[in-house]
């Protein structure tokens, strides 16, 4: 069993690197510059990990290719969080100003629409049900986007929904890089289903575990402030599950669904929240995904990579940033 999840493929991520920070290349430098300052923020790079750990799971060794398609999902992963500051008045990434803040809203919009189209770029090429995978994934984010608007500050929010949002907003992109590396690997029919299946739930269990963080975490590990979700407007499992238990849940919810809140809101619903159960229901939550993921892996071959899936099924939910 690998010591990290990621300790197998190091090589074939720092092969990723080379080629996300050769992509964004442009003959505007300013173009360029901005890019740089979304990838080298740092991040898990987990949707590359995923699609490399698919490939060589089912025995692919078509390197190049692989590393192509892992690159290409980072930058397109890259291109939504510049879209995703923009909409939800992010101030930090990782740690850093966040890209409109710095060189502004204009040269960040179109520098995600450059990081975007770079992704495709590079996975264009593959087979064409490589490009549907990719196509449909992001179409289910910008659908998720839409949604997830249209319960801003809506305590009424049901679990259903919002699962409904986390599934298309990141689950669904990991599923498609898990069966792009499952298919150019030369995987069955079965293993490239049941390792998108793996990607799904293993995307639902990483987006709960980040909104239980936005409200446990410290700035320091997450490289933003606590409770962002909160003043956001959005409603993510912890605060659903919090606004439904009693009394505490009924101050929640009259905070949640003011539109203007103050540092007083947010001190107000992260205590009110630390005393609710609502925290370890989500955990359940994620842990129970996690192991749905573990056991979406019956039909891929033991190996070292089968290990590594397994085990960053288990990260994702036991982390700090």
Known sequence: MPTRWDEPITEELNKVEEEIRRSVVSRESLLTRISLHVISSGGKRLRPGVVLLAHKAV?????????????????????????????????????????????????????????????????????????????????????????????????????????????????????????????????????????GRYGLNLGLAFQITDDILDIVGSEATLGKPKGMDFLDGTPTLPLILAMDDGTKGKRISTLFKKKRKNHNDLEEALLLLSKSDALDSARKYALEFSKKARGCLRSVPQSVYKDSLQALAKAVVHRDS
């Not at 500051?85 to 990782?94: A, E």
């Not at 679990?159 to 995987?187: D, F, M, N, Q, W």
């Open 59 to 195: 025995g692919g060794s078509d390197i190049s290719k692989i590393v192509d398609m892992a690159a290409a999902f980072e930058l397109i992963h890259s291109a939504t969080l510049i879209h995703d500051d923009i909409n939800d008045g992010g101030r930090t990434r990782r740690g850093r100003e966040s890209a409109y803040r710095q060189f502004g809203v204009q040269k960040a919009l179109v520098t995600g629409d450059f990081l975007f189209v770079k992704g495709f770029q590079l996975g264009g090429p593959q087979d064409r049900r490589v490009v549907n995978y990719l196509a449909d994934a992001c179409t289910k984010m910008a659908e998720s986007e839409i949604l997830q608007w249209q319960y801003a500050n809506d305590p009424d929010t049901s679990i259903e929904s919002y699962l409904k949002i986390i599934e298309g907003k990141t689950a669904r992109p990991i599923e498609a890089g898990a069966k792009v590396g499952a298919l150019l690997g030369g995987g069955s029919s079965r293993q490239i289903d049941d390792l």
